[in-house]
């Protein structure tokens, strides 16, 4: 079975910063990982994913993911934090083995603060 | 290039009314997939969708429906509406269904049920 894990509710930090939050991941065979943000009453937008190849995925508004696959591990990182970066943020897993289906597993969501 | 739209945004239910709601995928894009958000079971998948067929289906009971039309856009239905189905449903869509495809979120329809 396939699962996601975000072991933080709530993660501050001073704008300028660095950010990580963190997402771990259990599924079978090589993993499809993706990282998405949600603004209040807005939908999720996405931010980026890891499929194959380098271990460093970069995406966008200056976010970029580490995929550790020893550590079943796919934080989100920046280097300096903004205010507008606050927001509830998803890591989610696609079953390369699950065939016929494309749906995403989604983690409980982090909620990012920047505090100015 | 226009994102996915949903309608409507808002909508007030009573218990034991249905509900369609829409979602027009970005052009060109040929599969959707609806999701159920909420508080307490977070972002859980409904169905997806492509040409016109289901490919997939959540552990969701039989109220919940959808279907895709050949523009595909897509409609979900919800029947004998309870308390508990009130929530944020997203519909997404992506280009394809492979498994790096990308989905691409709507801003959702916001359902309240009284």
């Known amino acids: 079975a396939q699962s996601v894990a975000q072991p933080e509710d709530q993660v501050n930090v001073a704008e300028g910063n660095p950010l990580t939050v963190k997402c771990t991941y259990s599924?079978?065979?090589?993993?499809?990982l993706f990282w998405y943000v949600q603004y209040p009453n807005r939908g999720l937008q996405f931010l980026l994913k890891?499929?194959?190849?380098?271990?460093l995925v970069k995406g966008s508004y200056g976010f970029e993911a580490e995929f550790n696959k020893s550590q079943t591990s796919f934080h989100l990182k920046k280097p300096s934090a903004l205010v507008s970066d606050s927001a509830l943020y998803f890591c989610?897993?696609?079953?390369?083995?699950?065939?016929?289906?494309?749906?995403?597993?989604f983690g409980t969501g982090t909620r990012l603060t920047v505090i100015p | 290039k226009a994102g996915v739209t949903q309608t409507p945004r808002y909508l007030i239910k009573t218990r034991g009314q249905q509900v369609t709601l829409s979602c027009s995928p970005i052009?060109?894009?040929?599969?959707v997939s609806w999701y159920q958000q909420t508080p307490g079971q977070g972002l859980q998948f409904l169905f997806e969708?492509?040409?016109?067929?289901?490919?997939n289906k959540g552990n969701f009971p039989g109220r919940f429906s959808g279907r895709q039309f050949s523009n595909s856009r897509s409609e979900m239905n919800v029947s004998t509406l309870e308390l508990g189905d009130s929530a944020l449903y997203l519909c997404?869509?992506?280009?394809?269904?492979?498994?790096?495809?990308?989905?691409?979120f709507g801003p959702g329809t916001r359902l309240l049920v009284l």
């Open positions: 997404a869509s992506s280009l394809a269904v492979t498994k790096g495809e990308t989905q691409y």
């Open positions: 052009s060109g894009h040929r599969s």
């Open positions: 989610a897993v696609r079953d390369p083995t699950q065939t016929g289906a494309n749906n995403l597993f």
């Open positions: 599924v079978s065979g090589n993993p499809y």
């Open positions: 969708y492509f040409s016109e067929t289901q490919r």
């Open positions: 890891y499929i194959t190849g380098d271990n």
